[in-house]
């Protein structure tokens, strides 16, 4: 019981998807302007996340291992479809704020390094404990980076007034920087060196070392 909870709330902050692995920095950059877009691509995620870990994980015993990466991307493109159609059919305006991002969870390296990595490997269970602790890790992170994004690029947060702005009235003056991709860059390197900083153990080794030798001339 306890290796089957650590799958799921492993990835959360001990091995983040992100923060560790570096792994959906493409979405992390794109879709969280707002934290309203940023909620919805987590939830999009985490659900072809869960559901194409699990779909995998119950046909790896008659998948061959030569076409092994065709079945996962057709599988994880079908779900992501689904989803997309799904997002389109019930928040069409969200859908289009979205724009080509929910389709591009089929090239999502975190979804088919999973699948590659764990859920080929595992039974349903675990893998759908890792689907979900993943897909829950890499939520955590666009939820912050968009929280901080709207917050201070707007003065709001899901659409209600948080920092009265300058153009309403009140004294808040927007970072417009915080409305560009750049901004979520730095916001994601100062979460990496906060977390590192807390959890040294997750500073990778160098991998090499500089050794000054001191001068032996004679002056």
């Known amino acids: 019981m306890r290796q089957a909870l650590r799958h799921l709330y492993g990835p959360i902050i001990d091995n983040n998807p992100v923060t560790l692995q570096i792994l959906g920095i ?7 302007t707002s934290l309203s ?21 119950a046909i790896r015993a008659h998948i061959p291992t030569t076409i092994r990466l065709i079945v996962q991307i057709t599988i994880i493109a079908s779900l992501v479809i689904v989803t997309d159609q799904i997002i389109q059919a019930f ?8 724009s080509i991002f929910v389709g591009l969870i089929v090239t999502n390296c975190l979804v088919l390094g999973r699948a590659e990595a764990f859920a080929m490997h595992n039974p349903v269970v675990p893998s759908a404990l890792d689907g979900l602790g ?6 955590l992170i666009l939820v912050i980076v968009g929280s ?11 659409g209600f007034t948080i920092l009265p ?12 920087l915080m409305m560009l991709a750049p901004s979520a860059f730095f916001i994601l390197g100062l979460l990496i060196w906060t977390i590192r900083s807390i959890r040294p153990v997750q500073v990778e080794p160098a991998d090499f070392e500089i050794s000054i030798q001191p001068d032996r001339r004679a002056p």
């Open 26 to 32: 493409c979405s992390a950059l794109a879709v969280t």
């Open 37 to 57: 877009t940023a909620l919805v691509m987590c939830a999009a995620l985490t659900a072809v996340l869960v559901s194409g870990n699990i779909m995998i994980s």
């Open 91 to 98: 928040a069409f305006e969200m859908s289009e704020r979205l």
């Open 134 to 139: 993943n897909g829950l890790g890499y939520s």
């Open 148 to 158: 901080i994004r709207e917050l201070f690029g707007a003065g709001t947060l899901l």
């Open 165 to 176: 702005t300058i153009y309403g009235g009140g004294w808040f003056v927007p970072l417009n």
